[in-house]
């Protein structure tokens, strides 16, 4: 499902930018959506809707709104996305979960966030974990970033290449606005999807534009990994979510293949 040459540059740097992976006209609708709630209070957002941060108490953290799948058609086809369940499905080994979707916004007066995330002196966090040997490569927490808007260069999303994978500690001076050799500042248009491990170190600069940066922030990771007692899917909103939606969320033995993967696969004509 991946590509050799897919697997040599995710290897190399844990990550991949999957160009127009999402239909423009969902993106228009995303963008509205985003527009409408973010317009909101916290109080005021239809539920289950939870916003990480309340702009009334913290007006400078970037805000993401979650569990925006359980709301619209939109994010629920966006979480099964051909193109980046190909990905996901190669890089857990066919053993997904969907762990949730965070739609935020960046303004110019938003917060840049330092890096975050990689490894430090080799070691890896077993809910984190990256690998690649025969022939495979293999990622336990996976984000999709997918922009609804053009980022142009010299802001949004930055990493240090590599870094997934490091056995030394990132120096105290490396920072986000180091530019190449180190860091890479991946600049995309609406529609397209940074993919990335979880593992990797890396962050955002300072939105410049003069209209805010949206994007949907889609995270995976392996079926059997447990991320907190009560986590899955809500219960009480379950009949909001299609029945594969639904499946995918849920933890399950690694032994266990879904059907929603089966579906997905004989999609793809794999298997
Ligand atoms: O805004 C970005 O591109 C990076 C976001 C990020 O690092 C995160 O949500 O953890």
């Known amino acids: 499902m991946l590509n050799e040459a897919e697997k ?15 239909a423009p006209e969902d993106v228009r609708r995303m963008v509205e959506l985003s527009d409408a709630w973010h317009a909101c209070d916290d109080a005021d957002l239809p539920a289950p809707l939870k916003s990480y941060s309340d702009p009334s108490t913290k007006p400078t953290t970037p805000r993401s709104i979650n569990q925006v799948e359980y709301v619209d058609g939109v ?4 979480v099964l996305n051909p193109e980046i369940m190909r990905v996901v499905l190669a890089l857990t080994h066919n053993s997904p979960q969907h762990l949730g979707c965070a739609l935020t916004r960046n303004t110019r007066q938003s917060d840049e ?4 995330g990689g490894v430090s002196g080799g070691i890896h966090h077993p809910a984190n974990d990256y ?3 025969d022939g495979k490569v293999f990622a336990t927490f996976l984000n999709a970033g997918v922009s609804l808007v053009d980022v142009p260069p010299g802001t949004g999303f930055v990493c240090i290449p590599g870094s997934h994978k490091s056995h030394f500690p ?25 993919l990335f491990t979880e593992a990797l170190c890396h962050g955002a600069l300072q939105w410049t534009q003069a209209t805010p940066r949206r994007t949907v922030f889609v995270r995976y990771c392996t079926s059997y990994a447990s991320w907190s007692p009560g986590a899955g899917p809500l219960e009480a909103y379950r009949d909001r979510i299609p029945e594969e939606l639904y499946e995918l969320k849920q933890m399950t033995g690694f032994r266990h293949r879904k059907k929603v993967v089966e ?3 004989s999609d793809m004509g794999e298997e």
């Open 75 to 78: 994010f629920q086809r966006l």
């Open 113 to 116: 966030l330092a890096f975050h």
């Open 8 to 22: 040599w540059l995710f290897d190399l740097h844990g990550y991949l930018v999957l160009k127009q992976a999402v």
């Open 263 to 265: 579906r997905l696969l």
């Open 170 to 194: 990132r120096p105290a001076d490396v920072t986000i606005t180091d530019g190449p050799p180190v860091v890479d500042n991946v600049s995309v248009q609406a529609g397209d999807v940074v």
């Open 131 to 133: 690998q690649a040997a």
